[in-house]
């Protein structure tokens, strides 16, 4: 049984300094979650292959025999333009060498819908409305392609869709 003299105590205030060190630590968190992703589908990683190997990139599937590795995917951009794209099947390359791939397939341009606090531009002081934006990234399947014979890597046509050298930027989607 409890003592008479038993009283709740109020917990200490949280300071500044730590409200701005908890806030830090959730941001942080936060943001590891949200960068690009890579989703193995073998259990013995493949070396990385050396960054001037060439990668090729195809929209649709290949005809088998390939060895999937893994998913990957670019980070998230908000621009729309050609120029982004080109970086981001750069950045597609550059991951499917890290994971010793030498192609991907099935590559998509996927759109992350996102609702935050935007600068809001209506006035001419800083300030943030709440609003919405679009972030872009591209997702495809780091595969290795083996020696094949009498074809090389160029040789290889895709089932679907077509080699890549750039893809064009997709139409907006109509506002809900």
């Not at 008479?4 to 941001?27: E, G, H, Y």
């Not at 935050?116 to 990234?137: C, H, I």
Request: with cysteine.
């Amino acid at each position: 049984m409890p003592s008479a003299d038993f009283a709740w105590k109020d917990p200490q205030p949280m300071t500044p300094l730590r409200n701005t060190l908890v806030l830090s630590i959730l941001m942080f968190l936060a943001a590891a979650c949200a960068g690009p992703r890579t989703k193995w589908l073998v259990t013995e990683h493949p070396a990385p292959l050396p960054p001037n190997t060439k990668v090729d990139v195809y929209v649709g599937t290949i005809d088998p025999p390939y060895q999937q590795i893994a998913w990957i995917e670019t980070g998230a951009v908000a621009q729309e333009t050609d120029q982004a794209r080109v970086d981001q099947l750069e950045e597609l390359r550059t991951k499917a060498r890290e994971v010793g791939a030498n192609a991907i397939q099935d590559v998509k341009i996927l759109q992350k819908r996102v609702k935050s606090m935007t600068p809001d531009e209506r006035v001419p002081f800083k300030a943030w409305q709440q609003g919405r934006y679009n972030l872009y990234f591209m997702r495809g399947m780091a595969i290795k392609v083996g020696e094949r014979p009498g074809k090389t890597m160029s040789d290889v046509e895709p089932l679907e869709g077509w080699a890549v050298t750039k893809l064009p930027v997709p139409p907006p989607l109509p506002q809900q």
